[in-house]
């Protein structure tokens, strides 16, 4: 299994960023749960969305990022707005086999290489 992150880059704040992840290598169903995570510099990896059949999200995020997936292409998205320099960090999607959503990144089975969001002040 592969995910493949991509669409990370350098925006001022109050911009706005999409990211997009593939997943090869395994059928997902629609509602395993695919996931982003993020992991600033010093800091540990912590969550920051996640999708079966509707998104939950860390309260950092709320209200500014939205997860959302297309099944027919396997692809998971987070459109992300209203960026602050505090969001700066390698952004990773994950997925796991099953439907329950869960902020622990222990529970997750695959990981992507992570893709680089820069948030300028």
């Known amino acids: 299994v592969q995910l493949q992150a991509s669409g990370g880059g350098l925006v001022q704040a109050g911009g706005s960023l999409r990211l997009s992840c593939a997943a090869s290598?395994?059928?997902?169903?629609?509602?395993?749960?695919m996931a982003w995570f993020r992991q600033a510099p010093g800091k540990e990896r912590e969550f920051v969305a996640a999708?079966?059949?509707?998104?939950a999200y860390a309260d950092s995020v709320k209200d500014r990022f939205t997860i959302s997936r297309d099944n027919d292409k396997n692809m998971v998205y987070l459109q992300m707005n209203s960026l602050k320099p505090e969001d700066t960090a390698v952004y990773h999607c994950a997925a796991r086999l099953g439907k329950i959503i869960y902020s622990d990144m222990a529970k997750y089975n695959y990981w992507g290489q992570g893709t680089l969001v820069t948030v300028s002040s």
């Open positions: 290598g395994h059928a997902f169903s629609s509602y395993d749960v």
């Open positions: 999708i079966n059949w509707s998104g």
